[in-house]
C-alpha cells in the first residue's frame, strides 16, 4: 500500500513539473534575482515591466530551476531582457520554486 502511494506521488511529480498549463515570454528590467531558501534553495527574481513611459512598472515574479538560466540572469543583470516562462500549476512544496511561472531562456535584448 505504501509503495503504490508512493509511486501515485512520482507520478503526480513528474506530471505537475514536466507538463505545463502555460508558457509565454516578458520583456523588462531584471530587478531582484537571488537564492533563496532554508532547506530548498531556488532562484527567484521580478521583472520589471515598463509599459508607458512614465508609468510604474509591474513586476512579474518568477522561479528559475535551471542553474545556467540563472548563470545567464546574474551576468545580464539591469539589462532589457525577454524571459521564456512556463507556468506549472499545483506543485506541491516551494522546493521547486516560490511561483508556478518558471523561466526556462532568457534572451538578451540590448
Known amino acids: 500500500m505504501i509503495a503504490i502511494a508512493a509511486a501515485l506521488a512520482v507520478a503526480y511529480l513528474l506530471i505537475v513539473l514536466t507538463w505545463s498549463y502555460s508558457d509565454g515570454e516578458r520583456v523588462g528590467y531584471i530587478q ?6 532554508w532547506l530548498c534553495k531556488t532562484w527567484e527574481g521580478e521583472l ?5 513611459v512614465a508609468m510604474q512598472a509591474e513586476k512579474f515574479v518568477f522561479s528559475v530551476r535551471d542553474e545556467a538560466v540563472a548563470a545567464k ?11 521564456h516562462y512556463e507556468e506549472h500549476k499545483g506543485v506541491p512544496t516551494s522546493c521547486f520554486g516560490e511561483t508556478p ?10
Open 48 to 52: 520589471a515591466m515598463f509599459p508607458v
Open 73 to 83: 540572469i546574474n551576468q545580464n543583470m539591469g539589462k532589457k531582457m525577454a524571459i
Open 32 to 37: 531582484k534575482f537571488s537564492n533563496k531558501g
Open 101 to 110: 511561472y518558471y523561466v526556462v531562456d532568457v534572451r538578451l535584448l540590448e
